[in-house]
């Protein structure tokens, strides 16, 4: 029993990076309807610029990781804005397309800046360190995670809920014309969604930074919050939640009773068999199309 | 401009004297060229010509049936191990071997055809690119296909003649590329390929016109998954070495890059894409051997990037031109060929 908890525990907690970035797709793919190739990249150079604050011009850590939010906040609306909506006449490929060709970019910079050799992000919680409860240990960077995603999570609830430019979002996400028409300034709306969609994702890169740093190292929460996302539906910000906790947990249960080996391919067996039986998800409405 | 009479003149292969003198003349060069180049040359011809067959066979997925598939990766892993190891386990003569690899490959790709008769958009791209992860992934772990080491193909023979080195594995190669290709272009006039095309302009209202889209959409993901499989088995002597981690994510990514850039929906677009990324793939391997280029680019990383990871300028340069056709001319090099065609026809007006 014991054993079990433990491992729901830390999935919860891997599944909570994996939360942030699926609510970064989902925002995405509710503003411009592209599953976001680019997710992982958008948080992966904001996370090695924090890096370079940190280590080769000696910030502190209450100035580097704002910074970064803020650089990752620009680097999301400046895609949107220099490449995304450029595309003429675009459809689904073409729309994945581009971002994987964003990705690529990205990621051709950022292997090509700092090489492929792993590197230590210097983080204010050593990730060694653990909390006991009872009989179950969590580390201390695990549960850090925890409670910042919870965080964020609270924290986009309100602003869709109660700022203006959060229920213009909304508004843009339902009906972009009829936004429009309201004096909704649908285009900067879209940029802004971008924007914050990048922050939440380099918060993701921040917190797994400590652990892995190369790279590579935002491939594996990119799909994996991709496929959370989509098992809750794409379109749904509790769903990916959701979803991204269930294929944290289902990866831990799994390599912990069934095999170590094939953890990191769960994930996508769980998906098709979901979509096999929700092919839109657990959460959404099944779209059907009019003719 | 080009105005289609009747059915015959739809079919037909040779639609023009100056197409019929261009295709032998290509014909011709092809047979020529082993005996001009050198033999890395060679190697690179063989390296363009799997990934057109791969290539064609998804762009009857994804330009035609208009699915998308981003788990390609999988199905030329299948078609490279299954080939391997039906000639060294069950001794299998390589021709034999190769189009039984190409049917076990189709066979999973009627599996993954299944779940995608009820998805579409990001739905169809993760599940597809869920497979070809998984698929590598458990090859990995098979004992009898290396598990991480991999394999060594076997020595190749085909009745009397032993194929040893490039030169020879060309002429073999190249006729396989010409038939599937030709094959691919006339399943696309056939019935079949009208029925692909019906679905991907407008599903439902193929189906109402009596298009049966179970069959249909499953028999695209088979037939493109046969045609990674047999790539996979062609690949597998080309290289003449296995390993699971060739047949990455990246991999499938290249190749829905190769149709794309060519221009989706035609049949020279993805042959042209395929052939000019796989050499562009081959050259930028080593960047810093071009002339000046070279120089200057490694005077700049010295300077402000990092020596070790210069290859990853490959990358750099992959997505600049994913996104520039992208945004300038969604279809490919065939769109380009198209325009340049029209303006002359029209010139001076």
């Known amino acids: ?291 | 401009m080009d105005m289609k009479r009747d059915y015959y003149e739809d079919v037909q292969f040779f639609t023009s004297g100056a197409i019929t003198f261009w295709l032998s003349t290509l014909v011709i060069g092809l047979t020529l060229f082993p005996f001009v180049a050198k033999n890395y040359y060679v190697y690179v011809a063989n390296y363009m010509a799997i990934n057109v067959i791969v290539v064609i066979g998804l762009n009857l997925l994804v330009g035609y049936t208009g699915q998308i598939s981003m788990g390609h990766a999988g199905f030329f892993a299948i078609g490279a191990y299954g080939t391997v190891a039906l000639m060294t386990h069950a001794h299998f003569p390589f021709l034999l071997a190769l189009p039984v690899a190409g049917l076990i490959a189709a066979g999973f790709g009627f599996l993954l055809g299944l779940p995608a008769l009820r998805l579409e958009g990001p739905y169809l791209a993760i599940a597809t690119l869920g497979f070809g992860i998984t698929i590598t992934q458990i090859i990995g772990k098979i004992k009898i296909l290396g598990e991480r080491q991999g394999l060594h193909a076997p020595e190749l023979t085909i009745g009397p003649w032993h194929l040893n080195t490039d030169r020879d594995f060309y002429f073999l190669l190249i006729p396989i590329t010409i038939f599937l290709a030709v094959l691919a272009r006339n399943l696309v006039h056939t019935k079949v390929g009208r029925a692909f095309i019906a679905i991907r302009d407008a599903d439902i209202a193929a189906e109402t016109m009596g298009v049966n889209l179970t069959f249909y959409k499953t028999l695209a993901f088979a037939v493109s998954a046969f045609y990674a499989g047999v790539g996979g088995g062609l690949y597998a002597f080309v290289l003449r070495f296995i390993e699971p981690e060739l047949f990455s994510l990246f991999m499938s990514v290249m190749f829905l890059t190769m149709a794309v850039v060519g221009g989706l929906g035609s049949m020279m677009g993805p042959i042209a894409g395929a052939s000019l990324l796989a050499l562009l793939d081959l050259q930028l391997r080593n960047i810093l051997g071009i002339p000046y280029i070279g120089e200057w680019l490694e005077a700049l990383s010295r300077n402000y990037f990092s020596i070790t990871g210069v290859s990853n300028i490959q990358m750099i340069v992959f997505g600049s031109i994913l996104i520039a056709i992208m945004l300038f001319e969604p279809l490919g090099i065939y769109g380009i060929w198209i325009r340049t065609k029209k303006y002359w026809k029209m010139w001076p007006y």
């Open chain 1, 1 to 291: 029993m014991i054993e079990f908890l433990q491992m729901v525990l830390s999935g919860i907690a891997v599944g909570s990076s994996y939360a942030l970035m699926g609510l970064g797709m989902v925002l995405i793919y509710k503003a411009s309807e592209v599953p976001n190739f680019v997710q992982g990249e958008m948080a992966l150079l904001p996370v090695f610029i924090a890096y370079m604050l940190l280590s080769s011009y000696g910030l502190p850590y209450y100035i580097a990781f704002p910074v970064t939010l803020i650089f990752a906040f620009f680097l999301g609306g400046i895609l949107e804005f220099a490449v995304l909506r450029r595309a003429k006449e675009p459809n689904v490929l073409g729309l994945i397309i581009i971002t994987i060709g964003m990705e690529m970019l990205l990621l051709g910079f950022v292997s090509w800046k700092f090489g492929a050799d792993q590197r230590a992000m210097p983080f204010p919680i050593s990730s060694y360190d653990s909390i006991i409860i009872g009989d179950i240990f969590i580390s201390t960077l695990d549960m850090l995670t925890l409670v910042v995603a919870l965080f964020i999570m609270l924290i986009l609830f309100l602003f869709f809920r109660f700022s203006k430019i959060g229920v213009a979002m909304k508004a843009t996400q339902q009906n972009e014309n009829a936004a429009a028409l309201m004096g909704i300034k649908t285009n900067q709306i879209r940029m802004i969604t971008w924007g914050i969609s990048a922050a939440v994702g380099s918060v993701a890169g921040l917190l797994i930074a400590p652990v892995l740093m190369e790279p590579y190292m935002m491939w594996d929460p990119m799909l994996k919050g991709f496929a959370g996302a989509v098992v809750g539906g794409m379109t749904s910000l509790p769903g990916a939640v959701f979803g991204a906790y269930i294929v944290g947990v289902v990866e831990h249960l799994f390599g912990g009773y069934v095999s170590i080996e094939f953890k990191s391919v769960v994930a996508f067996v769980v998906i098709v068999l979901v979509l096999c039986f929700k092919p839109s998800g657990l959460f959404a409405r099944h779209y059907v199309k009019k003719v």
